[in-house]
């Protein structure tokens, strides 16, 4: 089992950026596929941007795409996820999970990912 430890987080400003990471033990984590999600509160956990181990291929939530990007340093064992002109609807948890050996390109749901981070807070004010 595959340990994520998701680092970050931060209050900012509306417009303002954060980098989030997520940081693996696993020496071989270029052979994972890797989602983000994030959670509000009274809300369902939503898949924010991903990362396929298969062909590196990325993929966006709609309303994250051209703002957010997802990339992945596999030297490091790490993902990261940059987060440009924040607003306060993305303030939420942010968790980073993963599955090894993906067989599909990428996946949205969250039942896919069987590794889990234990997330950090981003809040966005106005």
């Known amino acids: 089992q595959v340990q994520l430890v998701e680092s970050g987080g931060g209050l900012v400003q509306a417009g303002g950026s954060l980098r989030l990471s997520c940081a693996a033990s696993?020496?071989?984590?270029?052979?994972?596929?890797v989602g983000w999600f994030r959670q509000a509160p009274g809300k369902d956990r939503e898949f924010v941007a991903g990362?396929?181990?298969?062909?590196?291929?990325?993929y966006y939530e709609d309303s994250v795409e051209g703002r957010f990007t997802i990339s992945r340093d596999n030297a490091k064992n790490t993902v990261y996820l940059k987060m440009n002109n924040l607003n306060p609807e993305n303030t939420a948890v942010y968790y980073c999970?993963?599955?090894?050996?993906?067989?599909?390109?990428?996946?949205?749901?969250?039942?896919?990912?069987?590794?889990w981070g234990q997330g950090t807070q981003v809040t966005v004010s106005s």
């Open positions: 696993e020496p071989t984590f270029g052979d994972y596929t």
């Open positions: 990362i396929s181990y298969r062909d590196q291929s990325t």
């Open positions: 999970a993963s599955r090894e050996k993906f067989r599909f390109v990428i996946s949205s749901n969250p039942r896919n990912y069987d590794s």
